[in-house]
C-alpha cells in the first residue's frame, strides 16, 4: 500500500453557525505507526484518538497500525467539541485496507454525506450541538443526507428536505457506508402541528387584579416592546411576566426553526425541539458572558439575550445586575442583534425578544413615605443607567392588590382572549408595514406611521419640555401609541393613545 486519502464531510460551529468541516484521513505504509491530529483541534479532540480507538476495539474493528494523519479542514479554522470522533473513526476504518473487502456499488458515497457525532468507549453514540445548523449546512451544500446519532435525529429532522439518518452506534455508521445496512431514516416533522399543541406556563386569567399592568404587557406584546414593572415585593411582577409568553402569536414554523437551530447550537440540558416561545429568566448574579455570549476561550457561544429570541428576557430585580452586564444590553436591546468579538473569531447572535424587567422601589423591597424614603428611591433607580432606561418603552408602576380584591375579585380576560387581541394587532401592522413591529419602527416609516402634526404636536412638545425626555424616548412615545392605536383598531393615532403612551414613562417622570 502506498497511500489511502478517505474525506469525511462534516461541521464545526461558529457561534450558531455551522461551516462545513472535512475530515481527510490519509493512511501511509511507510513510517512508524503514529497518528497526527492537524487543522486546530481543542483538547476535546485531541483526546479523540483514544475514544475512537476504544470504540474501534469495542466495535470489532481493529485499529488501523500505519502512520496516520487526520487534518480537519479549513486549518485556519479552530475546532471545539466532540463531533468529530464519528467522521474520523469513519474515516479511519473506511480507508484501512484491513477491514475487509470494499464498500459494495450501491454503497452510498460518503463524500456526499455529512457525518457527527461523539462516541462512547463501547462504540455507542451521544448527541453532539449543532444538529440544526448541521442539517441546514448539508441542505444548503446539496448534499444527500446528514449521519448522527439518534438522539439528535427530531431536532435534525425540523429542516425540510434533508435525508436524516440516525445511528446508534458506531458498527451502524460504518456498514451503512459499506452498504451492508440501511439506516433509519428519520421522519419529518411537522412543526406546525407541534406548535399547536405547545402548552402555556401562566395564565393571564390566574391573575388577580393588576388591569393596568396587565394592559401594558398586552401593548409590550402586540408591539414587540420592552417593559419595566416597578412595584413592590410580592405584587405579582414575576407572575404577570411569565404569562407575557402565552399572549404572544405562536410561533411560525420558520422562527421556530432559528430559535431551535440556537439552542441546538447550545446543547448541554437545553431542549431538542422548541415550539413555544422561549421565557429565560437570568439570575441577577449573571455574567456579562453569561447574559450577552462569550466565552474564555475558543470561538463565542450565545448568551441569555439570544436564546430568548423571538420569546421573553425576563430580568428581575434589574437594578441588582451589574454595571457591565446592564450597558452590554443597550446593542440588543437596540438593533435586535449582539456582536462578540474575541481573539479566535467574532460571531453575530440574533437577540430580538420582548425585554420584560421588574424592580422594588427601594432595595427593601417596599416603598418609603417622607424624604427620606424619596431619596432611598432614587438611589435605588439610579443603578439602572439611564441610556437602558430609554431602551425601555413601558415603565409600568404596579401596586399591591388588596385583600378583599384578592379574595373575591373576577377573573379577568385569559391569555386567549388578550392574545387574540394581540394577533389582530400585530395583522394591522403587518398590512401597513410589512414584517417590522411596531417597535423597530425608524425614521421615514415611523413619520408616515405616526405624524407629529395639530394636537399630537402639542401634546409632544409638552411632554417633551416637562419631562425632559431624550429624542430616543420620543421616537418610543410614538411607536407605543402606534400599538395602543392597533390594539382599538383605529387606523389614526390620537390624543388619547399618545397620552396613554405618555403615561408609561414613569422614570422620566422621577427624572424630571
Known amino acids: 500500500m502506498g497511500s489511502m486519502l478517505i474525506t469525511v464531510p462534516s461541521f464545526a460551529l461558529v457561534g450558531i453557525d455551522a461551516v462545513r468541516c472535512d475530515v481527510e484521513v490519509s493512511l501511509q505504509s511507510r513510517g512508524l505507526p503514529r497518528v497526527v491530529l492537524v487543522g486546530l483541534p481543542d483538547l476535546a479532540i485531541r483526546e479523540s484518538i483514544e475514544r475512537v480507538r476504544s470504540a474501534m476495539e469495542a466495535s470489532g474493528f481493529e485499529p488501523p497500525r500505519h502512520r496516520t494523519t487526520i487534518s480537519l479542514a479549513p486549518a485556519d479554522l479552530r475546532k471545539q467539541g466532540p463531533a468529530f470522533d464519528l467522521p474520523i473513526a469513519v474515516g479511519l476504518l473506511l480507508a484501512s485496507p484491513a477491514e475487509g473487502a470494499p464498500p459494495r456499488r450501491s454503497a452510498p458515497r460518503v463524500g456526499q454525506w455529512m457525518v457527527a457525532g461523539e462516541l462512547a468507549l463501547d462504540g455507542g453514540l451521544r448527541a453532539i450541538r449543532g444538529a440544526v445548523g448541521m442539517a441546514l449546512l448539508a441542505r444548503r451544500l446539496g448534499l444527500e443526507g446528514i449521519v448522527l446519532p439518534r438522539d439528535n435525529a427530531d431536532e435534525a429532522a425540523v429542516v425540510e428536505g434533508v435525508d436524516v439518518r440516525a445511528a446508534a452506534g458506531l458498527s451502524e455508521v460504518v456498514a451503512f457506508f459499506r452498504g451492508a445496512l440501511a439506516l433509519d431514516r428519520a421522519a419529518p416533522v411537522d412543526l406546525r402541528a407541534a406548535i399547536a399543541g405547545a402548552p402555556r406556563a401562566v395564565d393571564f386569567r390566574e391573575i388577580r387584579g393588576q388591569g393596568a399592568a396587565k394592559r401594558a404587557l398586552a401593548i409590550a406584546a ?291
Open 222 to 512: 402586540a408591539g414587540g416592546h420592552n417593559a419595566l414593572l416597578i412595584g413592590p415585593a410580592g405584587c405579582g411582577k414575576t407572575m404577570m411576566a411569565r404569562a407575557v409568553p402565552g399572549i404572544l402569536p405562536p410561533l411560525e414554523p420558520d422562527e421556530a426553526l432559528e430559535v431551535t437551530r440556537i439552542f441546538s447550537a447550545v446543547g448541554a440540558g437545553q431542549p431538542r425541539l422548541v415550539t413555544e416561545r422561549p421565557f429565560r429568566a437570568p439570575h441577577h448574579t449573571a455574567s456579562t458572558v453569561a447574559l450577552v455570549g462569550g466565552g474564555a476561550a475558543g470561538l463565542p457561544r450565545p448568551g441569555e439575550v439570544t436564546l430568548a429570541h423571538h420569546g421573553v428576557l425576563f430580568m428581575d430585580e434589574l437594578p441588582e445586575f451589574g454595571r457591565s452586564a446592564l450597558e452590554a444590553l443597550r446593542e440588543p436591546l437596540e438593533d435586535g442583534f449582539i456582536t462578540v468579538a474575541r481573539a479566535h473569531g467574532a460571531a453575530r447572535f440574533p437577540a430580538r425578544s420582548i425585554l420584560v424587567a421588574a424592580m422594588n422601589p427601594t432595595a427593601r423591597g417596599n416603598r418609603r413615605d417622607g424624604a427620606g424614603g424619596a431619596r432611598e428611591q432614587e438611589r435605588y433607580m439610579d443603578r439602572v443607567s439611564g441610556p437602558i432606561v430609554d431602551r425601555i418603552d413601558l415603565h409600568v408602576e404596579v401596586t399591591a392588590v388588596p385583600f378583599d380584591r384578592l379574595a373575591s375579585a373576577p377573573a379577568g380576560e385569559g391569555s386567549d382572549e388578550v392574545r387574540t387581541r394581540v394577533v389582530a394587532a400585530r395583522g394591522r401592522q403587518r398590512k401597513r408595514q410589512g414584517a417590522v413591529l411596531n417597535a423597530h419602527l425608524r425614521g421615514a416609516a415611523l413619520d408616515r406611521a405616526v405624524p407629529v402634526q395639530g394636537a399630537l404636536r402639542s401634546l409632544l412638545s409638552d411632554a417633551m419640555q416637562g419631562l425632559g425626555l431624550s429624542a430616543r424616548a420620543f421616537d418610543k412615545v410614538r411607536r407605543a401609541a402606534r400599538t395602543i392605536a392597533d390594539l382599538e383598531g383605529a387606523d389614526c393615532v390620537d390624543a388619547v393613545h399618545l397620552a396613554e403612551a405618555i403615561n408609561y414613562r414613569v422614570l422620566d417622570r422621577h427624572a424630571a
